[in-house]
Protein backbone atom coordinates (compact mmCIF):
# COMPACT_ATOMS: atom_id res chain seq x y z
CA UNK A 1 0.00 0.00 0.00
CA UNK A 2 1.27 3.68 -0.11
CA UNK A 3 3.88 4.42 1.93
CA UNK A 4 2.56 7.81 3.12
CA UNK A 5 0.90 8.17 6.37
CA UNK A 6 -3.02 8.20 6.65
CA UNK A 7 -4.29 11.31 8.48
CA UNK A 8 -7.01 11.23 10.75
CA UNK A 9 -9.49 12.15 8.39
CA UNK A 10 -8.80 9.70 5.48
CA UNK A 11 -9.06 6.83 7.83
CA UNK A 12 -12.59 5.01 7.60
CA UNK A 13 -14.15 3.19 10.34
CA UNK A 14 -15.23 -0.76 9.99
CA UNK A 15 -18.35 -0.97 11.82
CA UNK A 16 -20.53 -3.85 11.38
CA UNK A 17 -24.05 -3.80 12.30
CA UNK A 18 -27.37 -5.73 11.48
CA UNK A 19 -28.46 -3.50 8.65
CA UNK A 20 -24.87 -5.19 6.95
CA UNK A 21 -25.47 -8.56 7.44
CA UNK A 22 -28.80 -8.55 6.38
CA UNK A 23 -27.32 -6.62 2.93
CA UNK A 24 -25.00 -9.38 2.88
CA UNK A 25 -27.84 -12.04 2.58
CA UNK A 26 -30.30 -10.25 0.75
CA UNK A 27 -27.20 -9.18 -2.27
CA UNK A 28 -26.28 -13.04 -1.77
CA UNK A 29 -29.55 -14.80 -2.36
CA UNK A 30 -30.78 -12.73 -5.64
CA UNK A 31 -26.62 -13.05 -7.38
CA UNK A 32 -26.11 -9.37 -7.32
CA UNK A 33 -23.14 -7.77 -7.39
CA UNK A 34 -22.62 -4.45 -6.14
CA UNK A 35 -19.64 -1.85 -6.70
CA UNK A 36 -19.54 -2.25 -2.89
CA UNK A 37 -17.98 -4.67 -2.70
CA UNK A 38 -16.18 -5.01 -6.26
CA UNK A 39 -14.59 -1.99 -6.04
CA UNK A 40 -13.36 -2.43 -2.21
CA UNK A 41 -15.45 0.39 -1.48
CA UNK A 42 -14.54 2.01 2.35
CA UNK A 43 -17.87 3.14 2.76
CA UNK A 44 -19.70 -0.44 2.65
CA UNK A 45 -20.10 -0.74 6.28
CA UNK A 46 -22.15 2.70 6.40
CA UNK A 47 -24.10 2.51 3.41
CA UNK A 48 -24.86 -1.47 3.72
CA UNK A 49 -26.18 -0.46 7.99
CA UNK A 50 -28.31 2.15 6.04
CA UNK A 51 -29.47 -0.89 3.77
CA UNK A 52 -28.14 0.97 0.35
CA UNK A 53 -26.29 -0.35 -2.22
CA UNK A 54 -24.95 0.76 -5.42
CA UNK A 55 -25.94 -2.33 -7.65
CA UNK A 56 -22.98 -3.43 -10.16
CA UNK A 57 -24.58 -5.16 -13.54
CA UNK A 58 -23.30 -6.69 -17.01
CA UNK A 59 -21.52 -9.01 -14.23
CA UNK A 60 -17.98 -8.25 -12.12
CA UNK A 61 -15.11 -8.84 -15.05
CA UNK A 62 -14.28 -5.29 -16.61
CA UNK A 63 -12.84 -5.39 -19.97
CA UNK A 64 -10.82 -2.37 -19.25
CA UNK A 65 -7.89 -2.16 -16.61
CA UNK A 66 -7.85 0.90 -15.03
CA UNK A 67 -4.71 1.75 -12.25
CA UNK A 68 -6.83 2.79 -9.61
CA UNK A 69 -9.86 0.28 -9.99
CA UNK A 70 -10.10 -2.97 -8.03
CA UNK A 71 -12.73 -4.60 -10.28
CA UNK A 72 -11.69 -7.81 -12.11
CA UNK A 73 -10.63 -7.58 -15.28
CA UNK A 74 -10.64 -10.10 -18.49
CA UNK A 75 -12.76 -11.41 -21.45
CA UNK A 76 -16.37 -11.88 -20.36
CA UNK A 77 -16.66 -13.53 -23.46
CA UNK A 78 -19.98 -11.71 -24.73
CA UNK A 79 -21.76 -13.24 -21.61
CA UNK A 80 -25.25 -11.41 -20.27
CA UNK A 81 -27.53 -12.48 -17.65
CA UNK A 82 -30.72 -11.06 -19.16
CA UNK A 83 -32.73 -12.18 -15.56
CA UNK A 84 -30.68 -9.67 -14.01
CA UNK A 85 -32.95 -6.61 -14.06
CA UNK A 86 -35.14 -8.80 -12.69
CA UNK A 87 -33.28 -9.62 -9.66
CA UNK A 88 -32.48 -5.87 -9.19
CA UNK A 89 -35.77 -4.29 -9.23
CA UNK A 90 -36.63 -7.08 -6.80
CA UNK A 91 -33.29 -5.74 -4.62
CA UNK A 92 -34.87 -2.27 -4.94
CA UNK A 93 -38.29 -3.37 -3.94
CA UNK A 94 -37.57 -5.71 -0.95
CA UNK A 95 -35.23 -3.24 0.64
CA UNK A 96 -37.86 -0.04 -0.01
CA UNK A 97 -35.82 2.29 -1.70
CA UNK A 98 -36.70 5.46 -2.75
CA UNK A 99 -33.41 6.18 -4.53
CA UNK A 100 -31.38 3.77 -6.61
CA UNK A 101 -28.16 3.54 -8.13
CA UNK A 102 -26.87 1.26 -11.05
CA UNK A 103 -23.38 1.07 -12.11
CA UNK A 104 -21.65 -1.36 -14.34
CA UNK A 105 -18.36 -2.84 -15.39
CA UNK A 106 -17.25 -1.82 -19.11
CA UNK A 107 -18.44 -4.56 -21.61
CA UNK A 108 -15.87 -3.60 -25.19
CA UNK A 109 -17.00 -7.21 -25.68
CA UNK A 110 -20.78 -5.98 -26.41
CA UNK A 111 -21.79 -4.19 -29.32
CA UNK A 112 -23.38 -1.43 -27.42
CA UNK A 113 -21.37 -1.58 -24.71
CA UNK A 114 -23.95 -2.85 -22.35
CA UNK A 115 -26.30 -0.18 -22.63
CA UNK A 116 -29.57 -2.64 -23.73
CA UNK A 117 -29.27 -4.19 -20.44
CA UNK A 118 -29.08 -0.96 -18.56
CA UNK A 119 -32.43 0.25 -20.24
CA UNK A 120 -33.74 -2.98 -19.23
CA UNK A 121 -32.99 -2.80 -15.94
CA UNK A 122 -34.25 0.85 -15.48
CA UNK A 123 -37.25 -0.43 -17.33
CA UNK A 124 -37.65 -3.29 -14.92
CA UNK A 125 -37.41 -1.37 -11.85
CA UNK A 126 -40.15 1.02 -12.84
CA UNK A 127 -42.49 -1.58 -13.64
CA UNK A 128 -42.50 -3.30 -10.25
CA UNK A 129 -41.47 0.00 -7.76
CA UNK A 130 -43.25 2.94 -9.86
CA UNK A 131 -42.32 5.70 -7.26
CA UNK A 132 -38.47 5.70 -7.42
CA UNK A 133 -35.21 7.72 -8.33
CA UNK A 134 -33.05 6.49 -10.68
CA UNK A 135 -29.51 7.10 -10.99
CA UNK A 136 -27.48 5.30 -13.62
CA UNK A 137 -23.04 5.77 -13.58
CA UNK A 138 -22.30 4.40 -16.64
CA UNK A 139 -19.08 3.68 -18.39
CA UNK A 140 -18.10 5.73 -21.70
CA UNK A 141 -19.63 3.09 -24.22
CA UNK A 142 -16.69 3.64 -26.34
CA UNK A 143 -18.78 6.97 -26.99
CA UNK A 144 -21.34 5.40 -29.29
CA UNK A 145 -24.15 8.24 -29.26
CA UNK A 146 -26.45 5.16 -30.07
CA UNK A 147 -25.49 3.71 -26.58
CA UNK A 148 -26.05 6.43 -24.87
CA UNK A 149 -29.40 7.88 -26.43
CA UNK A 150 -30.33 4.19 -25.42
CA UNK A 151 -29.66 4.53 -21.56
CA UNK A 152 -31.24 8.31 -21.65
CA UNK A 153 -34.55 7.38 -23.43
CA UNK A 154 -35.15 4.54 -20.88
CA UNK A 155 -35.81 7.47 -18.46
CA UNK A 156 -33.36 7.53 -15.64
CA UNK A 157 -33.77 10.68 -13.17
CA UNK A 158 -29.77 11.52 -13.26
CA UNK A 159 -26.83 10.10 -15.89
CA UNK A 160 -23.22 9.90 -14.23
CA UNK A 161 -20.04 9.29 -15.92
CA UNK A 162 -16.95 9.96 -13.87
CA UNK A 163 -14.24 11.74 -15.54
CA UNK A 164 -12.20 10.15 -12.61
CA UNK A 165 -9.15 12.26 -12.67
CA UNK A 166 -7.24 15.48 -14.47
CA UNK A 167 -6.69 15.16 -18.10
CA UNK A 168 -2.86 15.47 -17.74
CA UNK A 169 -3.28 12.08 -15.53
CA UNK A 170 -5.97 10.47 -17.62
CA UNK A 171 -3.52 8.34 -19.51
CA UNK A 172 -1.59 7.16 -15.89
CA UNK A 173 -4.67 6.67 -14.03
CA UNK A 174 -7.30 5.15 -16.50
CA UNK A 175 -7.22 2.11 -19.17
CA UNK A 176 -5.85 3.39 -22.69
CA UNK A 177 -9.40 3.51 -24.18
CA UNK A 178 -10.90 5.93 -22.01
CA UNK A 179 -10.32 9.21 -22.83
CA UNK A 180 -10.75 12.62 -21.03
CA UNK A 181 -12.93 14.34 -23.71
CA UNK A 182 -14.65 10.96 -24.98
CA UNK A 183 -15.98 11.16 -21.31
CA UNK A 184 -16.77 14.88 -21.54
CA UNK A 185 -18.34 14.31 -24.86
CA UNK A 186 -20.48 11.17 -23.21
CA UNK A 187 -21.76 14.02 -20.63
CA UNK A 188 -22.71 16.28 -23.39
CA UNK A 189 -25.08 14.10 -25.27
CA UNK A 190 -26.44 13.06 -22.23
CA UNK A 191 -27.80 16.18 -21.59
CA UNK A 192 -28.58 16.88 -25.19
CA UNK A 193 -30.70 13.68 -25.34
CA UNK A 194 -32.89 15.32 -22.43
CA UNK A 195 -31.47 13.63 -18.74
CA UNK A 196 -32.96 15.58 -15.89
CA UNK A 197 -29.41 15.77 -14.33
CA UNK A 198 -26.01 14.96 -15.24
CA UNK A 199 -23.32 14.10 -12.89
CA UNK A 200 -19.67 13.23 -12.91
CA UNK A 201 -16.85 12.71 -10.30
CA UNK A 202 -13.25 12.68 -9.57
CA UNK A 203 -10.67 11.58 -7.15
CA UNK A 204 -7.63 13.78 -6.06
CA UNK A 205 -4.42 12.76 -4.46
CA UNK A 206 -3.03 11.20 -7.32
CA UNK A 207 -0.65 13.91 -8.11
CA UNK A 208 -2.79 16.40 -9.83
CA UNK A 209 -2.68 20.25 -9.05
CA UNK A 210 -5.39 22.66 -7.69
CA UNK A 211 -5.36 24.37 -11.08
CA UNK A 212 -5.80 21.05 -12.88
CA UNK A 213 -8.76 20.39 -10.67
CA UNK A 214 -10.73 24.08 -10.92
CA UNK A 215 -10.09 23.52 -14.83
CA UNK A 216 -11.84 20.15 -15.19
CA UNK A 217 -14.81 21.67 -13.37
CA UNK A 218 -14.96 24.03 -15.94
CA UNK A 219 -14.84 21.51 -18.45
CA UNK A 220 -17.59 19.95 -16.61
CA UNK A 221 -19.62 23.08 -16.41
CA UNK A 222 -19.31 23.85 -19.91
CA UNK A 223 -20.84 20.84 -21.05
CA UNK A 224 -23.78 20.92 -18.46
CA UNK A 225 -22.96 18.62 -16.13
CA UNK A 226 -25.47 19.80 -13.11
CA UNK A 227 -23.20 18.03 -9.94
CA UNK A 228 -19.72 16.82 -9.53
CA UNK A 229 -18.07 14.61 -6.67
CA UNK A 230 -14.55 15.35 -5.75
CA UNK A 231 -12.89 12.10 -2.79
CA UNK A 232 -9.56 11.03 -1.62
CA UNK A 233 -8.18 8.55 -3.41
CA UNK A 234 -7.23 5.33 -1.84
CA UNK A 235 -5.24 2.66 -2.95
CA UNK A 236 -6.83 -0.51 -3.53
CA UNK A 237 -3.83 -2.89 -3.08
CA UNK A 238 -0.09 -2.80 -3.46
CA UNK A 239 -0.43 -3.46 -7.16
CA UNK A 240 -2.77 -0.60 -7.88
CA UNK A 241 -1.65 3.14 -8.26
CA UNK A 242 0.01 4.98 -5.05
CA UNK A 243 -1.51 7.60 -3.20
CA UNK A 244 0.36 10.43 -3.68
CA UNK A 245 -1.23 12.75 -1.37
CA UNK A 246 -3.50 13.10 1.18
CA UNK A 247 -5.96 16.70 0.73
CA UNK A 248 -6.81 18.47 3.82
CA UNK A 249 -10.47 18.93 4.05
CA UNK A 250 -9.72 22.83 3.50
CA UNK A 251 -8.91 22.28 0.47
CA UNK A 252 -11.93 19.86 -0.60
CA UNK A 253 -14.28 23.11 1.38
CA UNK A 254 -11.90 25.68 -1.51
CA UNK A 255 -13.23 22.80 -3.99
CA UNK A 256 -16.67 22.64 -3.00
CA UNK A 257 -17.09 26.88 -2.99
CA UNK A 258 -15.32 27.32 -6.53
CA UNK A 259 -17.74 24.95 -7.79
CA UNK A 260 -20.50 26.22 -6.74
CA UNK A 261 -19.24 29.27 -7.67
CA UNK A 262 -19.28 28.15 -10.89
CA UNK A 263 -23.01 27.41 -11.39
CA UNK A 264 -23.08 23.44 -10.43
CA UNK A 265 -26.60 22.41 -8.42
CA UNK A 266 -24.27 20.57 -6.16
CA UNK A 267 -20.57 19.86 -5.17
CA UNK A 268 -19.88 17.02 -2.91
CA UNK A 269 -16.50 17.19 -2.25
CA UNK A 270 -14.56 15.68 0.84
CA UNK A 271 -11.95 12.79 1.60
CA UNK A 272 -15.16 10.35 2.28
CA UNK A 273 -16.78 11.02 -0.72
CA UNK A 274 -17.17 8.07 -3.30
CA UNK A 275 -19.36 8.74 -6.87
CA UNK A 276 -22.42 7.37 -5.53
CA UNK A 277 -21.64 8.20 -1.84
CA UNK A 278 -25.34 9.67 -0.29
CA UNK A 279 -26.55 10.32 -3.51
CA UNK A 280 -30.24 9.70 -2.27
CA UNK A 281 -29.82 12.18 0.19
CA UNK A 282 -28.23 15.66 -1.83
CA UNK A 283 -29.62 14.80 -5.08
CA UNK A 284 -33.63 13.98 -3.36
CA UNK A 285 -33.36 17.57 -2.47
CA UNK A 286 -33.35 19.00 -5.66
CA UNK A 287 -35.01 16.09 -7.86
CA UNK A 288 -37.99 16.84 -5.43
CA UNK A 289 -41.23 15.61 -5.25
CA UNK A 290 -41.86 11.98 -6.73
CA UNK A 291 -41.54 10.02 -9.63
CA UNK A 292 -43.89 7.56 -10.80
Not at 80 to 95: F, I, N
Not at 141 to 158: L, M, N, Q, Y
Not at 198 to 220: A, N, P, Q, R
Request: aromatic residues 10%; positive net charge.
Amino acid sequence: MSGIRRPAWARFRVKYSDGFYQMNRLLSSLRLNTVCVDAHCPNIYLCWGRRTATFMILGNVCTRNCGFCSVDHGDPAGLVDWEEPKRVAEAVKRLGLKYVVITSVDRDDLPDGGAGIYAATIKEIRRKVGNVFIEVLTPDFDGDPKAIKTVVEAGPDVFAHNLETVERLTPLVRDRRAGYKKSLMVLKLAKEYGVRVTKSGIMVGLGEKFEEVVSTLKDLREVGVDVVTIGQYMQPSRNHLPVVEYIHPKIFSEYRKIGISMGFKYVFSGPRVRSSFLSEEYLSRFLGGSNG
